[in-house]
């Protein structure tokens, strides 16, 4: 399965998994979402996120959202 990474335009840290590209299985309370990404089928999400959840979350709701964590400042 190919993976379309989308970005939350309502929250900067919300990210997104989806099998289209057009991010129409996305929830709209979130929305805008703004593809960012593509992980092809043979390769690893970034962040050491596993495979194997994302696909079965896209299966089942047709998306499987991930925050991205702000590094602190010094």
């Known amino acids: 399965m ?3 990474i989308f970005k ?3 929250n900067s840290e919300l990210r997104a998994f989806t ?15 703004r593809v960012i990404g593509v992980v092809a089928s ?5 962040h050491n996120l596993p495979r ?4 079965k979350a896209v299966e089942v709701c047709g998306f499987q959202l991930w925050r991205r964590k702000v590094k602190a400042t010094a």
């Open 2 to 4: 190919k993976l379309f």
């Open 8 to 10: 939350s335009e309502a």
């Open 42 to 46: 043979e390769r690893a999400p970034p």
């Open 19 to 33: 099998d289209n590209i057009t991010g129409s299985k996305l929830p709209e309370r979130f929305s805008p979402w």
């Open 52 to 55: 194997v959840e994302i696909e």
